[in-house]
């Protein structure tokens, strides 16, 4: 193969003299290699399944030719006093709703088949910024767990699309960073968090809760709700915000790890650039560690002043 100058520039061209295609950037290399494949779309899940992953087996059905579910509690993101014992394993009933939701193959591998080399011994994806914030602040080295799994997941399937719960929206985040900065091949898509009536977010965690915990639980979608109408209505004191949402979560019942507001995408305090809140809460009731967000859109502040100029 020769090399030029021009052909280090990330062009695509077919060089006159040249006799096989030559791709000179990754996304087309590989849009060459995968021409004529039906699409392969990826749903990662832990399993006991709920109308939550059903959503993002639908919207993997919609858009892709072949569905994959794989089905794997991932001991690497659990910490030492976390509940990966007795986190609910239902495999026969998953498979059903499969089955009648018309996934073309499930993966459910054991942890030997994901970790043959032992936990240890096993290479761990590490984006700190994103990883060590919110939730990763009191559940350190989950977030490891989660890219790590979730990179072997899509290397073993390597579909062209992977589905994920903006509920999990710090999971949701740092998968996106790491398919982007590793150049995987995959869009990782986004699917909206389904809700019981009264906003609580389905999560198998719910099963936790007592009928009174799962009634007070609802608290935390409405406290997300009212901080996020009081930014529509123009509030810029984002730290009285999160303290006014926090008290409201103590007063439910709640044990509370954080009620925030971040920079959607990059996770920091909103600086002058941010375009896209998100406001994210993390609180425990009786037994259930629970999270969910919200999301906002808010004009960058840079331009805000421009405008007044
Ligand atoms: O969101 C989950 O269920 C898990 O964190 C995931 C993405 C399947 C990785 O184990």
Not at 39 to 57: F, I, Q, R, Y
Not at 101 to 117: K, N
Not at 147 to 169: H, Q, R, S, Y
Request: charged share 25%.
């Amino acid at each position: 193969m020769r090399s030029s100058p021009e052909r280090s520039q990330g062009r695509n061209t077919r060089l006159p003299d040249a006799r096989v295609d030559v791709a000179e950037d990754i996304a087309t290399l590989r849009d060459r290699l995968r021409a004529g494949r039906g699409s392969v779309g990826l749903v990662p899940t832990m399993g006991n399944l709920h109308e939550g992953h059903l959503a993002l087996v639908a919207a993997c059905r919609q858009t892709c030719d072949v569905c994959v579910v794989s089905v794997f509690v991932n001991p690497t993101q659990f910490g030492p006093n976390e509940d990966f014992a007795s986190y609910p394993r239902t495999l026969d009933d998953d498979l059903r709703l499969l089955g009648d939701a018309g996934v073309d193959h499930v993966f459910a591998p054991s942890v030997d088949a994901m970790y043959p080399e032992g936990r240890d011994g096993t290479v761990t994806i590490s984006l700190p910024v994103l990883a060590n914030t919110l939730c990763g602040a009191s559940r350190p080295g989950h977030f490891d767990g989660v890219g790590t799994v979730v990179a072997k997941l899509l290397n073993i399937v390597a579909p062209d699309k992977a589905f994920f719960g903006e509920k999990d929206w710090q999971q949701l985040t740092l998968i996106r960073a790491m398919a982007r900065q590793l150049d995987m091949p995959v869009e990782v898509v986004g699917v909206p968090t389904v809700r019981e009536p009264s906003g609580l977010a389905l999560s198998s965690r719910n099963n936790y809760l007592t009928d009174d915990e799962r009634r007070r639980a609802a608290t935390l979608n409405r406290v997300l709700t009212g901080i996020k109408t009081a930014v529509e209505d123009g509030c810029r004191d984002y730290p009285s915000a999160e303290e006014r949402g926090s008290r409201n979560l103590v007063e439910a019942g709640f044990d509370v790890d954080y009620v925030a507001i971040r920079d959607a995408e990059r996770l920091c305090a909103p600086d002058t650039e941010t375009t896209s809140l998100r406001i994210l809460a993390a609180a425990r009731i009786g037994r259930a560690r629970l999270i969910d967000n919200v999301g906002v859109e808010i004009a960058r502040t840079s331009d805000r002043v421009r405008y007044a100029g």
